[in-house]
């Protein structure tokens, strides 16, 4: 079955740091953009960041820009999204998803996706 797994999620309190990873399963990576986004109660999905296929290009939204970080083992089939210092705001169900196009140039789109995966929680609270 081709899909993607996210994992990593949790409750952590203001000021602490989790590590999201989505890994592939019945596909390589390799080739893919992968973008994650998130949802949180009540509001609409929105794109956090992004990572091209051979990683040398990135995105942030300006809301995560500084405490997070993408990246990607190609090797492990596997994008990483470090989150640091984290705020209540940040409480959302984070999905990774993955597009296979021609560009070099990653970017937080909303739809298109060849790959969804099915979302992990992160919850910020004292």
């Known amino acids: 079955q081709l899909q993607l797994v996210e994992s990593g999620g949790g409750l952590v309190q203001p000021g602490g740091s989790l590590r999201l990873s989505c890994a592939a399963s019945?596909?390589?990576?390799?080739?893919?953009?992968i973008t994650w986004s998130r949802q949180a109660p009540g509001k609409e999905r929105e794109g956090v960041s992004c990572i091209s296929k051979f990683g040398g290009d990135t995105a942030y939204a300006d809301s995560v820009k500084g405490r997070f970080t993408i990246s990607r083992d190609n090797a492990k089939n596997t994008v990483y999204l470090q989150m640091n210092s984290l705020k209540p705001e940040d409480t959302a169900v984070y999905y990774c998803?993955?597009?296979?196009?021609?560009?070099?140039?990653?970017?937080?789109?909303?739809?298109?996706?060849?790959?969804w995966g099915q979302g992990t929680q992160v919850t910020v609270s004292s």
């Open positions: 998803a993955a597009r296979r196009v021609p560009s070099l140039l990653c970017l937080m789109i909303s739809s298109g996706y060849d790959y």
């Open positions: 019945g596909f390589t990576l390799d080739g893919y953009h």
